[in-house]
């Protein structure tokens, strides 16, 4: 077996427990295989003797006890620990201690934990002693503790630091819980101490107090539940509605239930059919008529004005109509006209706008763009609008006449109405120009005067005045401003209240039409200087017969009419003025019960707003 | 910290302590400054004495970390104090057998030859470049507290010892010119020595005051 000497032992700590004594233990490098001894040799500072361990048994093996005679307080002691063995010895490393920093006290002792009532709720109070080595009375040591609880079946402990006291409460507990505590202690300048042994303690149970509480939540719930149910008990009708709204049922007109449930389908179907619908009636395409107005404006400023009614509903009544009679058309509207129109559509217009118009000014043009604008406004969305170029129709021709064309009232004022929607919206536009702007019209301004009647109703008409005003033309202006007497049924009428029978209905009521001076529809036709056409009554006959006389007519005037008076059957004619100058012509018209209110104008115009429904013959 | 909390807790208490104590008493006239009975000066004495320690330990510590990293450099220092020369007892037997008085002039006797040390320290402290604030502070009031117990220790001893006035000399406690530390040249060395040298005295002396205020309570059960 191969001998050494043994190897380096090391001091592995050095302890004291009170500051009186202290211990210190080493551990044993390899013997070598031979016997070895330890010795532990000390040097105290200042001093060069060393001194060898006083007690190498009461600490127990490979240690060293310094009792009190042999510790030194403040001073450093220098200890090395020697093996040795019978090839050699081994020094280990010398270790400088101070006693008063290697102080590690036992731990601290009697440790009680009691439980304690504080207005009900319990806590625990801890109390222990120091250990009984540590001279702490004297103050040689002071100790500073540190305890911790958990319960039994937690495992992270709750620290406490206790300070110097030896006492300690820990409140918050758990009902009924079992609690584990341990305390140890520090020097100022030191070790901690081990904990001491544990101590248990079970916490009574303070159910009774949280059963308080519990019977208040579940008091305090069950009221308030019972007043949520009395509201809602009250609103259940409301609520019903809310959550299960009703179905609506079938509201349309004839259909019966019973007949659904019944399951029989034709009385249902049957049940559902309204007996006068589509209506039957003659139709009286007036109705739907919206008649538009046209309106020119020349450089002259003589204004046309020019009515004619919806292409298609003129095509459809002048082609089926067979009862028309427009004797009194003198102009070029006419049924035939206007059939030529709805077969040539916009090609004859075209032609016409040509023909009739040589005189187009610049005026027109440029009125053109604004009236586009305006016809927009006041489409409407009634009536298709049609533009020819210099020539505005504006669609509700709201002159005074116009509303007699109706027959029903109902209808009239449907039309009018709708007339009158169209003539307000563009009269919002139209008007604008007015009295003041002339610029934009260039020299000839107008506005469109268009009052809407409801002759039948004897409610004030609300004049939506256009007053179309010829700027040059002095006849026209005065027509122009010259007004309906007041009444309600006074229309504004201005000079453009020439009348053209344009047909008698099936009720011997004579429609009458403004009669636009100068070119209708027509080629051929020219324009009409303002003021030499109107509508004078020549007379009344014995067969009350309203003779209206048409003066100053230009120059082929109606040429049309004549076509259509061939046309129409009927006992109505009407005696065109031909378009010849100075040529006094008189339309015979029936009209029936001639108002008094009829008043002539001072020039012999006739108000025709003031006539009431005119029979024809 | 929880000793930075003491110190600043106890600071009007310290600050209580620096008001003169000792009035001197003319004959036929009272003392007109206020008096202050026996046990509450020694108390006030032993809670000075346990701050500065507290505070110079707080110091060494910082000071141990920042520049003394290794820890055989930590154990060198023990040779070097500038007080082992002073005849303090040095055992709990010893003090145990040293009367009163005894125990008073050695705490007077330490209180009192680290006054100077103390400044000398600050002073070198603040040559350093990396020193923390807090250690200066730390010294710095230290040293100045270190004052204040001693006119507390003085009055002590002229009340529990009815001594005279002792003169408060500090040129004969030049142990620095003593030159009892030649090897330690280095700064940060020596320094550290002070520090850790003054902690152990600071505790020296709050040992000594504890026993004394035992003894004054109950001699024959102070250990």
């Known amino acids: ?617 | 910290m929880n000793r930075g909390v003491w110190a600043v807790l106890l600071w009007p208490n310290l600050l209580a302590s620096s008001v003169p104590l000792d009035c001197r008493e003319e004959q036929g006239i009272l003392s007109r400054c206020p008096s202050i009975s026996q046990e509450k000066l020694l108390d006030r004495v032993i809670e000075h004495a346990e701050l500065i320690y507290r505070v110079s330990e707080e110091s060494c510590s910082l000071y141990e970390d920042m520049f003394i990293p290794l820890q055989f450099q930590r154990n060198q220092v023990g040779y070097a104090c500038i007080t082992k020369t002073l005849p303090v007892p040095s055992s709990k037997n010893e003090i145990q057998q040293i009367s009163d008085k005894w125990l008073l002039h050695s705490v007077l006797m330490l209180v009192q030859s680290w006054i100077e040390p103390l400044v000398y320290l600050q002073t070198s402290l603040d040559r350093y470049n990396a020193a923390p604030e807090m250690l200066l502070n730390k010294t710095k009031w230290v040293s100045e507290k270190l004052i204040s117990l001693e006119q507390g220790v003085v009055v002590l001893i002229k009340k529990m010892l009815d001594e005279g006035m002792l003169t408060i000399n500090h040129s004969e406690q030049g142990l620095l010119q003593n030159g009892v530390q030649p090897q330690m040249l280095e700064s940060v060395m020596r320094d550290y020595t002070l520090l850790s040298c003054f902690k152990k005295d600071a505790h020296k002396m709050e040992a000594f005051l504890k026993l004394l205020k035992c003894r004054q309570t109950d001699r024959y059960n102070c250990s």
Request: aromatic share 8%.
């Open chain 1, 1 to 617: 077996m191969f001998h050494s000497p043994p190897a380096k032992p090391g001091l592995t700590s050095c302890r004291s427990p009170e500051k009186e004594t202290f211990t210190c233990w080493w551990k044993p490098g390899s013997d070598g295989g031979l016997p070895t001894t330890h010795a532990l040799y000390y040097r105290k500072e200042s001093s060069e003797t060393v001194y060898e361990c006083p007690d190498y048994h009461t600490a127990g093996e490979n240690s060293c006890f310094f009792n009190k005679n042999d510790t030194s307080i403040w001073v450093n002691y220098n200890i090395t620990v020697v093996a040795t063995n019978a090839l050699g010895r081994a020094f280990s490393d010398p270790v400088e201690i101070d006693v008063v920093y290697i102080v590690k006290p036992n731990p601290p002792e009697k440790v009680t934990v009691t439980v304690m009532e504080d207005k009900g709720w319990p806590f625990l109070r801890v109390s222990w002693e120091p250990p009984h080595k540590a001279d702490t009375r004297s103050g040689w040591i002071t100790l500073i503790y540190e305890l911790r609880v958990k319960l039994e079946e937690e495992i992270d402990w709750e620290m406490h630091l206790a300070g110097q006291q030896k006492m300690f409460n820990i409140f918050s507990l758990r009902s009924g819980g079992k609690y584990l505590v341990e305390v140890r202690c520090k020097p100022d300048h030191g070790f901690w101490s081990e904990w001491s042994s544990t101590s248990y303690i079970k916490v009574p149970d303070y159910f009774h107090r949280e059963k308080s509480t519990w019977i208040l939540i579940t008091v305090f719930s069950t009221f308030t539940f019972l007043i949520l149910m009395w509201l809602l008990h009250m609103n259940r009708h409301n609520l019903k509605h809310c959550i299960l709204p009703p179905v609506p049922g079938p509201k349309i007109k004839g259909f019966d239930k019973q007949l659904l449930k019944n399951g029989k389908s034709n009385q249902i179907f049957s049940a559902l059919v309204v007996p006068d619908f589509p209506p039957a009636t003659s139709s009286n395409y007036e109705d739907f008529q919206v008649e538009y107005l046209e309106v020119y404006v020349r450089r002259e400023q003589e204004l046309v004005l020019e009515e004619s009614k919806d292409l298609h509903n003129s095509c459809l009544k002048s082609e089926s109509s067979t009862s028309d009679c427009d004797s009194g058309r003198g102009s070029c509207d006419s049924h035939t006209l206007l059939m030529a129109k709805c077969r040539e559509a916009k090609e004859g217009e075209r032609q016409t706008d040509r023909e009739c118009s040589p005189m187009r000014t610049e005026a027109q043009r440029r009125l053109k763009d604004w009236e586009e604008e305006a016809l927009n406004y006041a489409h409407a969305g009634i009536v298709s609008l049609e533009m020819s170029s210099g020539r505005v129709k504006t669609w509700p021709s709201v002159f005074s006449p116009l509303p007699r064309y109706s027959s029903s009232p109902l209808d009239q004022q449907s039309s009018l109405q709708m007339a009158k929607q169209l003539s307000l919206s563009t009269s919002s536009y139209l008007t604008q120009p007015g009295h003041s702007t002339k610029e934009a019209l260039g020299q000839s301004y107008w506005d469109l005067c268009l009052s809407s009647k409801q002759p039948h109703l004897l409610n004030p008409p609300t004049p939506v005045c256009r007053e179309l005003q010829a700027h040059s033309d002095v006849n026209i202006s005065s027509i122009g401003h010259k007004r309906a007497p007041a009444g309600p049924r006074s229309p504004a009428l201005h000079t453009t209240e020439y009348v053209e029978v344009q047909r008698v209905d099936n009720k011997d009521t004579l429609l009458l039409q403004p009669v636009v001076q100068g070119c209708g529809r027509m080629g051929g036709c020219f324009q009409m200087p303002h003021g030499e056409v109107y509508s004078k009554v020549k007379g009344v006959d014995s067969d009350n017969v309203l003779l209206l006389q048409r003066e100053g007519m230009g120059e082929d005037r109606c040429p049309c009419v004549e076509q259509e008076t061939n046309e129409v059957t009927g006992s109505c004619h009407k005696s065109c003025t031909v378009s010849t100058t100075q040529k006094p012509s008189g339309c015979i018209y029936t009209a029936v019960p001639v108002r008094d209110e009829m008043a002539t104008m001072a020039n012999g115009y006739v108000d025709t707003a003031t006539m009431c429904t005119l029979h024809t013959c």
